[in-house]
């Protein structure tokens, strides 16, 4: 019985995370994967978990199914709150990671374009066009201004919100092709919501990645890839989980709800069914039972709109950080505000 069913699950676990992809592959973060790297750290002061991981071969990308490169996640349940001390010093950790993953050597003062992915008016994946409404652009005037002094201590920036297709009629890929063409752009940062498989991650979770996004991924409305292969420059990748679909929150809810029942009964006839499925097997199993009354259901929390305000500001800050360095923090969040 059991055999057949999963013969017939067809759903795909849909995570933009290589932490949770790792999870697929082995729940026990002990367990090494071959051609797979992590490293864990612990920032006690904020409660701020690090999780470097760098898939280093073809064995390990086909084990994690993610190219090859590197995952940096943030997690921290206070980047939710409204606490500007705690925001401060996640835009100075998360900034360090930026300038670690920025491969620009030859370049003393390279162009950097951000690239704000998503529909500014639907909140839960608006975070990148509101991450661009925060930045410090600056490639117009090294363009007008040629020698002035303060120019020293600035970076080239500049930034572009290219909507959705149902905005535009066009890919994004296709916009971005077009200004990288012209601009000619030394790196990209493109910044987007993403998609998590787990309740406690959501709004609480920033990755930063070397191996460029696919807009739309998570959510399965797939679309071209902006990467160094597609577009010819290296593509770093921030995102932050706004949404599950229902199949993980009914996923988690099981989950607690088994080990509530197996503290209090010592009945196994209905825990013992439960417990022979995988994780991956019981997520399944619930898509295929929500299917046909919920569809493709994402849920965000009822605050997303002030989540993903201060979110934005934590990733612009630590982007306005990063290129530019020469310039001290409260001057730009100054500036900004």
Same mark, same amino acid.
């Given at each position: 019985?059991?055999e057949?069913?999963?013969?017939?699950?067809?759903?795909?676990?849909?995570?933009?995370?290589?932490?949770?992809?790792?999870?697929?592959?082995?729940?026990d973060?002990?367990?090494e994967?071959?051609?797979?790297e992590?490293?864990?750290?612990?920032?006690?002061?904020?409660?701020?978990?690090?999780?470097?991981?760098?898939?280093?071969?073809?064995?390990?990308?086909?084990?994690?199914?993610?190219?090859?490169?590197?995952?940096?996640?943030?997690?921290?349940?206070?980047?939710?709150?409204?606490?500007?001390?705690?925001?401060?010093?996640?835009?100075? &950790?998360?900034? #360090?990671? $930026?300038?670690?993953? +920025? %491969?620009?050597?030859?370049?003393?003062?390279?162009?950097? /374009?951000?690239?704000?992915?998503?529909?500014?008016?639907?909140t839960?994946?608006?975070?990148?066009?509101?991450v661009?409404?925060?930045?410090?652009v600056?490639?117009?005037?090294?363009?007008?201004?040629?020698?002035?002094?303060?120019?020293?201590?600035?970076?080239?920036?500049?930034?572009?919100?290219?909507?959705?297709?149902?905005?535009?009629?066009?890919?994004?890929? &296709?916009?971005? #092709?077009? $200004?990288?063409?012209? +601009? %000619?752009?030394?790196?990209?940062?493109?910044?987007?919501? /993403?998609?998590?498989?787990?309740?406690?991650?959501?709004?609480?979770?920033?990755?930063?990645?070397?191996?460029?996004?696919?807009?739309?991924?998570?959510?399965?409305?797939?679309?071209?890839?902006?990467?160094?292969?597609?577009?010819?420059?290296?593509?770093?990748?921030?995102?932050?989980?706004?949404?599950?679909?229902?199949?993980?929150?009914?996923?988690?809810?099981?989950?607690?709800?088994?080990?509530?029942?197996?503290?209090?009964?010592?009945?196994?006839?209905?825990?013992?069914?439960?417990?022979?499925?995988?994780?991956?097997?019981k997520?399944?199993?619930?898509?295929e039972?929500?299917?046909?009354?919920?569809?493709?259901?994402?849920?965000?929390?009822?605050?997303?709109?002030?989540?993903?305000?201060?979110?934005?500001f934590?990733?612009?800050?630590?982007?306005n950080?990063?290129?530019?360095?020469?310039?001290?923090?409260?001057?730009?969040?100054?500036?900004?505000?």
């Open positions: 019985m059991k057949k069913k999963l013969e017939e699950l067809k759903y795909e676990i849909r995570t933009d995370l290589a932490i949770e992809a790792r999870e697929l592959v082995h729940k973060e002990d367990i994967i071959r051609g797979v992590v490293d864990e750290d612990f920032n006690e002061s904020i409660h701020l978990k690090t999780t470097k991981v760098n898939i280093k071969d073809d064995q390990g990308s086909k084990v994690m199914n993610k190219p090859i490169g590197n995952y940096i996640t943030m997690e921290c349940e206070l980047m939710k709150e409204n606490d500007s001390e705690v925001h401060e010093l996640l835009m100075k &950790e998360l900034a #360090k990671q $930026i300038s670690s993953l +920025v %491969k620009n050597k030859d370049n003393t003062n390279p162009l950097i /374009l951000v690239v704000g992915l998503g529909n500014n008016w639907v839960p994946d608006s975070l990148g066009p509101k661009v409404s925060n930045l410090l600056t490639r117009h005037l090294f363009e007008q201004i040629k020698d002035a002094e303060y120019l020293e201590a600035l970076g080239r920036v500049s930034a572009i919100s290219p909507g959705v297709m149902g905005q535009t009629g066009m890919e994004t890929y &296709e916009i971005v #092709k077009g $200004i990288v063409d012209e +601009v %000619k752009p030394d790196l990209i940062i493109a910044v987007d919501a /993403l998609a998590s498989r787990r309740t406690s991650r959501v709004n609480s979770t920033i990755q930063v990645s070397d191996t460029g996004i696919h807009p739309g991924s998570g959510v399965g409305n797939k679309r071209k890839a902006i990467t160094e292969e597609s577009l010819g420059i290296p593509v770093l990748a921030i995102g932050v989980p706004t949404v599950v679909d229902a199949a993980t929150i009914v996923n988690d809810t099981m989950d607690n709800l088994i080990d509530v029942m197996t503290q209090h009964t010592n009945n196994d006839s209905i825990l013992g069914s439960l417990k022979e499925f995988t994780s991956e097997e997520y399944q199993l619930i898509q039972v929500l299917n046909p009354y919920m569809g493709n259901m994402f849920v965000t929390p009822k605050d997303i709109d002030a989540v993903v305000k201060r979110i934005s934590i990733i612009a800050g630590a982007i950080i990063a290129l530019h360095p020469e310039i001290d923090y409260k001057e730009i969040t100054s500036a900004l505000n």
